[in-house]
């Protein structure tokens, strides 16, 4: 049995299809529906069952003999939420609990860290995952505290030689984007936002750089595919002797402007855009450059490409956004 906790959210529904596609008969969703679309992310997976995480102890509790593998990906994942108790109960307190679970009962453990523990990046963009080399990090909202948090926890614990599962692995999502992102509403990927505009023939919009080294639309960010993500940790899957908090990008930084391109060249348009003001209020939190250090992951072994911006955009909006269903 494998449990995806967030398995109906973005990066949760990708990894429940990847698991389906490789035979997996017990899947196992664990999320809140609540009234709106993302139900749609997983109504076309075979699902052993879904779980309101509220009941999740329990149902643990119930298949503790069966349980291989948790994919810990539920979190309050919006940068912009100001409630920082609720992020802590569902981001912090849910993963501190599930980690003890599976060092008890001897399950692996694979979980959603973020390239927002970085905060600026005044320290780089390095996985290493002492407790020297995590306490710098400066996180620039509540969102990236509560998974630098725990990150910090799990470095305390291995170097205090306390147990931990028997294979675990946090990873350090970067920009990601890919099918079933619909119902994140503003905190969709720029591909996402761009695309409705596009396909209308009408101009994009972008923020301006507020900073002198960078022109309109030349922040750079890490943009990788959610297919790619995936990949990783169905790799991680496939070698339990691997442990270890790893960066997931591609490690090569791209301007938004060429994101924004590439969903016109994959409709076969000429790019439009033009360049807004960055609201006051992000102005001070606003990162300009992430790209991820891919050194770790692959000294442990992950050896396959990822791909280039435009054929993951390329592949997202003609497999999925341009089609009566972008659903996977």
Not at 272 to 282: C, G, N
Request: proline share 5%; glycine share 8%.
């Amino acid at each position: 049995m494998y449990i995806v906790t967030g398995g109906a959210g973005f990066i949760g529904s990708n990894i429940v299809w990847a698991l389906e596609q490789r035979g997996y008969s017990k899947i196992v969703v664990v999320d809140r529906m609540r009234d709106g679309q993302k139900w749609k992310n997983i109504a076309k997976r075979e699902l052993y069952d879904v779980v309101h995480p509220d009941d999740l102890p329990e149902f643990m509790e119930d298949n503790k003999t069966n349980i291989e593998a948790i994919f810990h990906m539920g979190a309050i994942s919006s940068t912009t939420e100001t409630d920082v108790d609720k992020i802590m109960d569902n981001n912090f307190r849910l993963s501190m609990d599930l980690w003890k679970w599976s060092i008890a009962h001897h399950v692996r453990y694979i979980y959603a860290s973020s390239a927002a523990t970085y905060g600026g990046g005044e320290n780089g963009f390095v996985d290493n995952a002492s407790i020297d080399a995590l306490a710098p990090l400066t996180p620039l909202n509540p969102y990236g505290w509560s998974k630098q948090l725990f990150d910090r926890c799990v470095a305390r614990s291995l170097a205090n030689n306390e147990p931990h599962p028997p294979q675990w692995a946090g990873l350090k999502f970067f920009n990601v984007y890919g099918p079933n992102e619909y119902h994140k509403g503003s905190m969709q990927s720029v591909v996402s936002h761009v695309f409705p505009v596009a396909t209308k023939g009408e101009t994009a919009k972008l923020f301006q750089s507020h900073h002198p080294d960078y022109e309109d639309g030349g922040q750079l960010r890490d943009f990788v595919s959610v297919d790619d993500c995936v990949d990783v940790m169905m790799w991680l899957l496939d070698n339990p002797g691997v442990s270890g908090l790893f960066n997931c990008g591609t490690g090569l930084a791209r301007p938004f402007k060429d994101l924004a391109a590439a969903v016109y060249t994959a409709l076969g348009q000429e790019p439009k855009i033009e360049y807004v003001p960055t609201p006051e209020h992000l102005r001070g939190k606003y990162q300009y450059y992430t790209q991820a250090d891919m050194t770790k992951l692959r000294a442990a072994g992950y050896d396959r490409p990822f791909m280039s911006l435009e054929e993951g955009v390329r592949r997202y909006v003609q497999d999925f956004l341009f089609t009566d269903d972008p659903y996977r």
